[in-house]
């Protein structure tokens, strides 16, 4: 568990759950998540499995990334007892004498269950002599030149699920990627909006700075013209009272003549 994050770890099991709750596969939600963080397929499931054991001895780390491990389980391929491989072993063995192929046999024996038709098969083709183990070895016939009806049947109805199943996952992955897409096509347009808003919001700001500078500017320009009105009018009234000045010195110095002549 050392090459993955305990985020990692819940973000996986999370996913597993949420699938499981809309009936969709853990080999689906494998997919998934492989497609969302680049990681191979059979490395997400080994490492799934591997958490699950890990998790069920340490308490402390399950409650560390909040796992309800009672959610998660390993599956398992149970073994056949003693008494289920005799009995189908004869059940196949009938089968085959009243003219079945080794496959349809084991297809009828299986009630049309292709994934079961392939465990039986191959338990038989395993099967050899072994007198210490007190094993039997069932004598096989021949095979029929043609097949029955109801083993046509069974067979036909084998490789519609098995072109089913194929074509599901098939769609599915076609979907997930085009989903991953879409996702990081909209990752790309969010980045973009993020960009564009914070530009408008420095906009905004040195709009405001412009504005407040604009109103000191006049308020300053202003200052300047009362400033210049008053010197005007100081300069006026210096002249004024100069010009008076000058009056009365001449006044005066007429009076003094007048007085010089009498």
């Known amino acids: 568990m050392e090459l993955w994050n305990d985020s990692e770890t819940k973000a996986l099991f999370n996913l597993i759950e949420k699938f499981k709750k809309e009936g969709k596969s853990r080999s689906d939600a494998f997919l998934a998540f492989s497609l969302q963080t680049g990681r191979k397929r ?5 490492f799934y499995y591997k958490a699950i054991k890990e998790l069920k001895k340490n308490k402390e780390k399950r409650d560390l990334l ?14 056949f007892t003693k008494e289920e491989k005799a009995e189908i072993l004869n059940k196949v063995k009938d ?5 079945y192929s080794l496959r349809g046999a084991c297809l009828k024996v299986a009630d049309g269950d292709v994934k079961k038709m392939l465990r039986y098969q191959n338990k038989l083709r395993n099967v050899k002599v072994n007198e ?3 094993c039997k070895v069932i004598s096989m016939p021949a095979k029929k030149a043609k ?3 109801s083993e046509i049947n069974s067979l036909f ?3 519609v699920k098995l072109i089913k199943k194929c074509a599901e996952e098939q769609a599915e992955e076609k979907y997930s990627k085009l989903g991953e ?5 909209l990752r790309e347009m969010v980045v973009k909006l993020s960009a564009r808003e914070k530009e408008l919001v420095s906009l905004k700001k040195n709009f405001e700075i412009l504005k407040n500078e604009k109103l000191l500017l006049k308020e300053e320009i202003n200052g300047l013209r009362s400033k210049t009105a ?3 009018n100081k300069k006026m009234n210096g002249e004024k009272v100069n010009s008076l000045a000058i009056f009365m010195e001449k006044l005066e110095k007429g009076r003094d003549l007048e007085n010089d002549v009498k």
Do not use: Q
């Open 42 to 46: 059979n490395s997400v499931r080994n």
């Open 66 to 79: 909040k796992i309800d491990i009672s959610k998660h389980n390993v599956s398992s391929i149970k073994s």
């Open 95 to 99: 089968l085959m004498t009243a003219g």
């Open 132 to 134: 210490s183990a007190k």
């Open 147 to 149: 097949l029955t009806e």
């Open 157 to 159: 109805l084998g490789l």
């Open 181 to 185: 897409s879409a996702n990081e096509a």
């Open 230 to 232: 008053d010197l005007l």
